[in-house]
């Protein structure tokens, strides 16, 4: 997040109401009417969609500094549901406020234009990716993207069930359970509850 961007988050801040939400509280779902966008303050949470027989993708994942909600400036339903995964505290601000804001002050509106930007390149990459790769090649794509480096070692912090990264590479929990059983037996990975620690550097193929 630039300065920029922290400067527009902050002027949209005034205009809305600040309240906690608690973990696995579906802030806005999928479907229903978009009258309002939401800024992140602290915390996590998970944008997902539902797919075929059922099945929930999930897309991104959200944190301080971010925001979600802009479609409602096309006056459009929600194309996806947004859950905390950790407690958060979000600003609500109206579609009405954020309109007058952005009337009054064309610079936010590029601000806003240029997040969104970022956005849709972050989830074309992600779309391609769950259209192009196999499910293994999804599994490594999403652990270059999470992974940090602790103490010298390669690491994707958690707590991340297999069902969450199943619904990140569009895949069953089951296939997942598969191949991280693979990766360890093949000394490529450590898996414990919190986190998975890349004991070397994973094939491009499995």
Same mark, same amino acid.
């Given at each position: 997040?630039?300065?920029? /961007?922290? =400067?527009?988050?902050?002027? !949209?801040?005034?205009? +809305? #109401?600040? *309240?906690?939400?608690? &973990? $696995?509280?579906?802030?806005?779902?999928?479907? /229903?009417? =978009?009258?309002?966008?939401? !800024?992140?303050?602290? +915390? #996590?949470? *998970?944008?997902?969609? &539902? $797919?075929?027989?059922?099945?929930?993708?999930?897309?991104?994942?959200?944190?301080?500094?971010?925001?979600?909600?802009?479609?409602?400036?096309?006056?459009?339903?929600?194309?996806?549901?947004?859950?905390?995964?950790?407690?958060?505290?979000?600003?609500?601000?109206?579609?009405?406020?954020?309109?007058?804001?952005?009337?009054?002050?064309?610079?936010?509106?590029?601000?806003?234009?240029?997040?969104?930007?970022?956005?849709?390149?972050?989830?074309?990459?992600?779309?391609?990716?769950?259209?192009?790769?196999?499910?293994?090649?999804?599994?490594?794509?999403?652990?270059?993207?999470?992974?940090?480096?602790?103490?010298?070692?390669?690491?994707?912090?958690?707590?991340?069930?297999?069902?969450?990264?199943?619904?990140?590479?569009?895949?069953?929990?089951?296939?997942?359970?598969?191949?991280?059983?693979?990766?360890?037996?093949?000394?490529?990975?450590?898996?414990?509850?919190?986190?998975?620690?890349?004991?070397?550097?994973?094939?491009?193929?499995?």
């Amino acid at each position: 997040m630039t300065v920029d /961007d922290a =400067a527009f988050l902050l002027e !949209l801040a005034r205009l +809305g #109401e600040t *309240r906690s939400w608690e &973990a $696995g509280v579906d802030v806005v779902r999928e479907g /229903d009417p =978009a009258d309002s966008m939401y !800024l992140i303050h602290e +915390g #996590e949470l *998970r944008v997902v969609v &539902a $797919g075929d027989g059922g099945r929930t993708v999930e897309l991104t994942t959200l944190h301080a500094g971010e925001f979600f909600g802009e479609l409602m400036l096309s006056g459009d339903r929600r194309s996806a549901t947004v859950q905390t995964v950790q407690r958060s505290w979000l600003t609500r601000v109206s579609a009405t406020e954020v309109q007058i804001l952005l009337a009054s002050r064309p610079d936010l509106g590029l601000r806003l234009l240029q997040a969104l930007g970022r956005r849709v390149r972050t989830l074309t990459r992600t779309v391609r990716n769950l259209a192009s790769a196999s499910v293994y090649g999804r599994l490594v794509g999403l652990f270059d993207t999470l992974a940090v480096d602790i103490d010298g070692q390669r690491v994707v912090p958690g707590p991340l069930s297999q069902q969450r990264i199943a619904e990140r590479v569009g895949a069953s929990k089951a296939m997942v359970n598969r191949l991280l059983q693979d990766l360890e037996r093949g000394g490529y990975a450590q898996v414990t509850r919190d986190r998975i620690v890349l004991l070397k550097r994973l094939p491009s193929r499995w």
